[in-house]
Each structure stands twice: as structure tokens, then as C-alpha cells.
């Protein structure tokens, strides 16, 4: 079972629209981290959220760190065909080891 | 900015053929790597992390004999992929954190390996 679950889990809408990906778990995260990954890349950090209920904007993108630390969401305003891709929610629990458990990824298509 | 490399980006090889994968911080210095497999159209799953000076963490249902981790350096580590088969293929990403200046850093990915047993 994933640890942390996103939906939807693929999305295609047209160029314009505005969208929101969830990240849901049952456990505490000490922080959640929101990334984006291309085909045959690595995952490029887009935003890292630590407090309950943090809202972060980076451009057209929202995200949300819900207040329990459980829950975070993403919200994209006018997406463009440049914001396709792979979105990776990862959450950090073991604060020593600091290690990421991701999510089970959301892949966005913009269609111009 | 930080940066992690990885090498080699592609690898195809015969079954049997055990293949390394390197992970170098060009720029700053890691104790501690980690070490993710992603199958096609799945999530990042953590294998393990590796710990500079000292053996790997192994995530539960990871072979540490199939999957040999060295970091003998700070800003190396190695993943052997040992007598690989074709259900080993996937695509292996490393990450590292700078754990100098300020805290809660973030993880730098490499750009991953394409690991492809005939």
C-alpha cells in the first residue's frame, strides 16, 4: 500500500484550465515536499512546505500543507503545455534520517 | 546550485552481468545518499540509504546481496546491481542532501540511470 496517495492519478485537460492535485496520507509528515519529473530525468524540487496549514506560491502554482501535516494540495492556475509532466508529492517522517517516501504520482498532459 | 551526477545514464547488458551505477555531489558533501527505483509509470519506491563510512540501510524486500551499496567517500556512492536479470530493469535515481549551512536542505536527484537486462 502506498503511504501517501495522490489523485487523480492522470489528468488531461486543455490549455488554460485551472487544476488540483491531492496528496493524502493517515500519517504525520514533518515536511512535504512537491516535485515535478520529466521522462528519463530525476525529479526537480518545486516547493518544500514544514507548517500546518503553510500555503506557498510559486508562479501559477499553489500548494497547501494541511494543518494535521497530513495532507497537502497543488493547484495550478491557467496550465500551459510546459506544465506537463510527472507530479511527486514525497513527505519526510523520519526526521534523522530525513529519507522521502513519495507519492503515487499524478501525470498531468496540457493540450494546447 | 547543488548538483548530483550520475553515471552511466543508459546501460543495456546480458543477464548475468553485474552493472555499477555511480552517484558523485559535485559540489558539496553527503554523509548520507539515497538510492530509489521507478518502474514505468509507477512513483519513486526507496531501496536504501546509503551511509557514508558505514553499511547501507536496506527498505524491507530489498536483497542487500543483490543490490551491493559502497560510500566510501563523501561525495561518492555506488549501487552494484549483482548477476542482473531482466526483472531487475528499471530506472535507478540517487539523491543526496548538503547537511552543511543551513538545516532542512532539500534532496538533490540525479538524473537517473536506465538499467536495461536482455
Known amino acids: 500500500t502506498q503511504l501517501l496517495e495522490q489523485s487523480p492519478q492522470f489528468l488531461s485537460i486543455q490549455e488554460g484550465e485551472n487544476l488540483t492535485v491531492y496528496c493524502n496520507s493517515s500519517?504525520?509528515?514533518?515536511?512535504l515536499q512537491w516535485y515535478r519529473q520529466e521522462p528519463g530525468e530525476g525529479p526537480v524540487l518545486l516547493v518544500t512546505v514544514v507548517t500546518g496549514g503553510e500555503v506557498k506560491k510559486l508562479k501559477r502554482l499553489t500548494f497547501q500543507f494541511g494543518d494535521a501535516r497530513k495532507d497537502s494540495s497543488l493547484h495550478i492556475t491557467a496550465a500551459q503545455p510546459g506544465d506537463t509532466g510527472l507530479y511527486l508529492c514525497a513527505g519526510v517522517r523520519d526526521t534523522g534520517r530525513r529519507a522521502l517516501t513519495f507519492g503515487s504520482g499524478t501525470r498531468l498532459q496540457v493540450q494546447p | 546550485g547543488a548538483v548530483v551526477s550520475q553515471h552511466p545514464s543508459w546501460v543495456i547488458c546480458k543477464s548475468g552481468t553485474s552493472v555499477k551505477i555511480e552517484c558523485r555531489s559535485l559540489?558539496?558533501?553527503?554523509?548520507?545518499m539515497f538510492w530509489y527505483r521507478q518502474f514505468p509509470k509507477q512513483s519513486l519506491m526507496l531501496m536504501a540509504t546509503s551511509n557514508e563510512g558505514s553499511k547501507a540501510t536496506y527498505e524491507q524486500g530489498v536483497e542487500k546481496d543483490k543490490f551491493l551499496i559502497n560510500h566510501a567517500s563523501l561525495t561518492l556512492s555506488t549501487l552494484t546491481v549483482t548477476s542482473a536479470h531482466p526483472e531487475d530493469s528499471s530506472f535507478y535515481i540517487c539523491s543526496a542532501r548538503d547537511l552543511t549551512g543551513v538545516s532542512n536542505q532539500p534532496q538533490h536527484f540525479g538524473d537517473g540511470t536506465r538499467l536495461s537486462i536482455l
Open positions: 559540489d558539496f558533501q553527503a554523509t548520507t
Open positions: 500519517s504525520v509528515f514533518s515536511s
